[in-house]
Every structure is written in structure tokens, then in C-alpha cells.
């Protein structure tokens, strides 16, 4: 997937007449030094792309990598060397960056959400409010920042929202969900997500069996903490296992109140779907 995003980048940035300006601006091939340095706090993701970038136009470049995905830098530590044709960096620059910074950008974002909650119960997860062709690359940075990948797409976990209500509707909410969660311990897999407006549509949610209640849209208050302690022992007089979630709303402001109300998932579309990139730069040196 890495080679594939890469490739597409790379076509998309060089189109049919490649890098025009350093076409025109170097008279003959040469060999340099290039480094990429932080220009602010954050955390690191995207490394294996910006390296593909390079090795993509320069197979012979070589890389030293002074960090690793997951780690912390602070404005102005060296992240990666290169040593390469000028041309194929300077094509290859912002590609690299772009992946390497939007992709940060998300690891980082997802660390201030992991450590506004820390010593909750609660877990910081993903949407799949992501750029699409990337998923699971921002994924990928999610759990490097801490938090954890909720459903990959719409294939390999059943969340019944809303909209499937209304559509399956008059079927009673609880009948519905029962006849999925059976249909779903059929294929081995019991634990289906089911969204909740209100305390009526959460305990029908319990009623039908399912494995997570998603309380969408709720304020971090005291009402909120009622309704998840009332799902709990729902879920324990019926000797069901269940997990509580949350979103929408949820920002970095609120984030330690949901928490507080006792859930265990705060899901956050914000992670990934308006993420400010880390500030890095690539610096050509000298003549290798």
C-alpha cells in the first residue's frame, strides 16, 4: 500500500512532463545532502512513505533515519538524512513531506486526546472520517499516537446507526438489533456497535444483545454519567458483556469530561478528518 500511495503521489506531482524547474535549473546530474527537521512538537508518523518517495525516483539514495514512527520530536530535531540525486529530491520533496507531515499531524492530534484521558477507562478510537485512498494510513498514525482503530470500513464490524433504523423501521429497534446480533454469532462474531439517541434506544440496544452501546451526540454531564451506569446494569441483570461509547462533540476541551462520565470508547472523527499537518522541512546542504 505504501508503493501504491507513493506511485499515485508521485504521478499526480509530476504528471506527463516531470519536475520542469529543476529540469531547467540543474545543467547536469550531481549528488547533495538533504536533511528534514522538525519545526515544531510533535509526534511521528509516515516515515516509511517519505523514505519510498526518495527510493522511488533515486533507488540508490541513502537514508539515515534519526527517528522513528511513534516517537516525540520537538522543533529542531534532525528526523532523516538524504543523500541522493538532487533531482530526484527535489521531485521527491513534497511528496515526502506531505505524507510525513499530514500523517504526524494525526499521531500528534491523537496524543493530546490519549493524554487528556489518562487514568479513565477510557480509550481514544478513530471514524472512517478519513481522506479516502489513505485510511489506513491514518489509522496507522492513530494507534501511533496512542489511541486505537475503530471499524476498517464498512466490511469488518457491524454498527447499526440511525439511518438503518429508519430504513428497517416499523421492525421494533430491539427486535432488529436481536436479529442481527444473532445473524452475527452465526459468523463467530457477536460484538455489533449499536448507536443510541436517548435512554430509551440504549436500553433497547442492551435488550437486543449488543456487545457496544454508541451514546451519540450526548452533552458531558451528569445526565450522561446516570445513562451509562443505568446501561451497565442493564447489561449486568442480563449477564451481558458490554462496552460504552461516545461521540460527537468531542473536542479537546471535553474530551477529560466524557471520560469522567465512566464510558470506555470516546470515538473522535476530528482526529483525522480536520487535522492541522506538523511543520517540517527539508534542507538541501551541501554537495555530497
Given at each position: 500500500?505504501?508503493e501504491?500511495?507513493?506511485?499515485?503521489?508521485?504521478?499526480?506531482?509530476?504528471?506527463?512532463?516531470?519536475?520542469?524547474?529543476?529540469?531547467?535549473?540543474?545543467?547536469?546530474a550531481?549528488?547533495?545532502?538533504?536533511?528534514?527537521?522538525?519545526?515544531?512538537?510533535?509526534v511521528?508518523?509516515?516515515l516509511p512513505l517519505?523514505?519510498?518517495?526518495?527510493?522511488?525516483?533515486?533507488?540508490q539514495?541513502?537514508?539515515?533515519?534519526h527517528?522513528r514512527?511513534?516517537?516525540?520530536?520537538?522543533?529542531?530535531?534532525?528526523?532523516?538524512?538524504?543523500e541522493g540525486d538532487?533531482?530526484?529530491i527535489?521531485a521527491?520533496?513534497?511528496?515526502?513531506?506531505?505524507?510525513?507531515?499530514?500523517?504526524?499531524?494525526v499521531a500528534?492530534?491523537?496524543?493530546?486526546?490519549v493524554?487528556?484521558v489518562r487514568g479513565?477507562?477510557?480509550?481514544i478510537l478513530?471514524?472512517?472520517?478519513?481522506t479516502?485512498?489513505?485510511?489506513?494510513?491514518e489509522?496507522?498514525?492513530v494507534?501511533?499516537g496512542?489511541g486505537?482503530?475503530?471499524?476498517?470500513g464498512?466490511?469488518?464490524q457491524?454498527?447499526l446507526?440511525?439511518?438503518?433504523?429508519?430504513?428497517?423501521?416499523?421492525?421494533?429497534?430491539a427486535?432488529?438489533v436481536?436479529?442481527?446480533?444473532?445473524?452475527?454469532?452465526e459468523?463467530?462474531?457477536a460484538s455489533?456497535?449499536?448507536?443510541a439517541?436517548?435512554?430509551?434506544?440504549?436500553?433497547?440496544a442492551?435488550?437486543?444483545?449488543?456487545?457496544v452501546?454508541?451514546?451519540?451526540n450526548?452533552a458531558?454531564?451528569?445526565?450522561?454519567?446516570?445513562?451509562v451506569?443505568?446501561?451497565?446494569?442493564?447489561?449486568?441483570?442480563?449477564?451481558?458483556?458490554?462496552e460504552v461509547?461516545?461521540?460527537?462533540?468531542v473536542?479537546?476541551?471535553?474530551?477529560?469530561r466524557y471520560?469522567?462520565?465512566?464510558?470506555?470508547?470516546?470515538?473522535i472523527?476530528?482526529?483525522?478528518h480536520?487535522?492541522?499537518?506538523?511543520d517540517?522541512s527539508?534542507?538541501?546542504e551541501?554537495?555530497?
Amino acid at each position: 500500500m505504501v508503493e501504491q500511495c507513493v506511485r499515485r503521489a508521485l504521478e499526480e506531482d509530476l504528471g506527463a512532463s516531470g519536475d520542469v524547474t529543476t529540469r531547467l535549473a540543474l545543467t547536469s546530474a550531481r549528488r547533495v545532502a538533504a536533511r528534514i527537521v522538525a519545526k515544531a512538537d510533535g509526534v511521528l508518523a509516515g516515515l516509511p512513505l517519505a523514505a519510498q518517495s526518495f527510493r522511488s525516483l533515486d533507488p540508490q539514495a541513502e537514508l539515515r533515519f534519526h527517528r522513528r514512527d511513534g516517537e516525540p520530536v520537538v522543533r529542531g530535531d534532525l528526523v532523516m538524512e538524504i543523500e541522493g540525486d538532487a533531482a530526484a529530491i527535489l521531485a521527491a520533496e513534497r511528496t515526502a513531506l506531505n505524507f510525513l507531515q499530514r500523517l504526524s499531524g494525526v499521531a500528534t492530534r491523537t496524543r493530546h486526546f490519549v493524554e487528556l484521558v489518562r487514568g479513565t477507562r477510557a480509550r481514544i478510537l478513530d471514524t472512517r472520517k478519513t481522506t479516502p485512498g489513505l485510511r489506513l494510513l491514518e489509522k496507522q498514525a492513530v494507534v501511533l499516537g496512542g489511541g486505537e482503530a475503530h471499524r476498517v470500513g464498512l466490511f469488518d464490524q457491524v454498527l447499526l446507526k440511525e439511518n438503518h433504523f429508519a430504513c428497517a423501521a416499523p421492525e421494533p429497534r430491539a427486535e432488529i438489533v436481536a436479529r442481527v446480533v444473532a445473524a452475527q454469532r452465526e459468523l463467530g462474531d457477536a460484538s455489533v456497535i449499536v448507536e443510541a439517541r436517548d435512554e430509551a434506544e440504549a436500553l433497547a440496544a442492551v435488550e437486543g444483545g449488543a456487545g457496544v452501546v454508541l451514546l451519540d451526540n450526548f452533552a458531558p454531564d451528569g445526565l450522561l454519567a446516570q445513562l451509562v451506569a443505568s446501561v451497565r446494569l442493564a447489561a449486568e441483570r442480563r449477564g451481558q458483556t458490554l462496552e460504552v461509547e461516545v461521540s460527537g462533540g468531542v473536542d479537546l476541551t471535553t474530551v477529560r469530561r466524557y471520560a469522567e462520565c465512566g464510558v470506555d470508547r470516546i470515538s473522535i472523527g476530528a482526529l483525522t478528518h480536520s487535522v492541522t499537518a506538523l511543520d517540517l522541512s527539508l534542507l538541501v546542504e551541501v554537495a555530497a
